[in-house]
């Protein structure tokens, strides 16, 4: 059987570029709207249509006393949301950070950019802060302002939220450190500058 699959161009996002079926070997594509050459690796599953749909769950009925999923109710409940409470299968449940949600709150919180937990972008304020306290020293006059700014805004920050990845203190530590000696060395300017 050689049914003719389709991929989008890479370059262009034109759709139908032609794919053949291959050994598990990298296919150069042309686009024909943007002539770019595509690699293209296409896995047996798209040639397969018993393969090309995703395994279909297995029913995982609850038992005497055990609680129902309440998205499938033919399979049991194996987690709680600790968003909305409701208890969910596997199926239905995701982890979200060391939380465990089901796939309707996971939805609605991705979107909700209050929520600090649930944030898919965040402002790394260490980078920011550290970026204050070295950039001005190119225009070492702008440190008067620049420099307590830093340091204010390192404690103002010290405990938001660093990264959606495990991120240490250390960009942020270093920032204010750096601003620290700047308003040393002002200080030290002004004291010079006056008692001479
Ligand atoms: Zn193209
Ligand atoms: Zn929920």
Redesign the pocket.
């Known amino acids: 059987m050689s049914s003719l699959r389709t991929a989008h161009c890479a370059s262009c996002n034109a759709a139908g570029l032609p794919v053949a079926e291959g050994n598990g070997q990298l296919l150069q594509v042309a686009c024909s709207r943007c002539g770019k050459v595509n690699d293209v690796l296409p896995f047996p599953a798209l040639f397969n249509p018993a393969t090309g749909k995703p395994p279909s769950l297995t029913d995982d009925p609850p038992g005497e006393g055990e609680s129902a999923c309440f998205y499938s109710p033919q399979r049991k409940a194996t987690k709680e ?1 600790s ?4 208890l969910v299968s596997d199926a239905w449940a995701a982890a979200w950070g060391s939380k465990t ?2 796939l ?2 996971l939805e609605h919180l991705r979107s909700d950019a209050k929520n600090v937990d649930f944030q898919s972008k965040r402002l790394l304020w260490d980078n920011i802060i550290l970026t204050l306290a070295i950039l001005p020293i190119l225009f070492y006059p702008a440190l008067v302002i620049t420099a307590p700014a830093a340091l204010i805004l390192g404690f103002w920050h010290w405990n938001s939220p660093r990264s959606l990845i495990p991120r240490t203190r250390i960009r942020l530590i270093i920032g204010m450190v750096i601003a620290l000696l700047q308003i040393a060395a002002i200080g030290f300017l002004i004291y010079f500058l006056a008692t001479r």
């Open positions: 949301c968003h909305c409470g409701v949600v089901c309707k709150c």
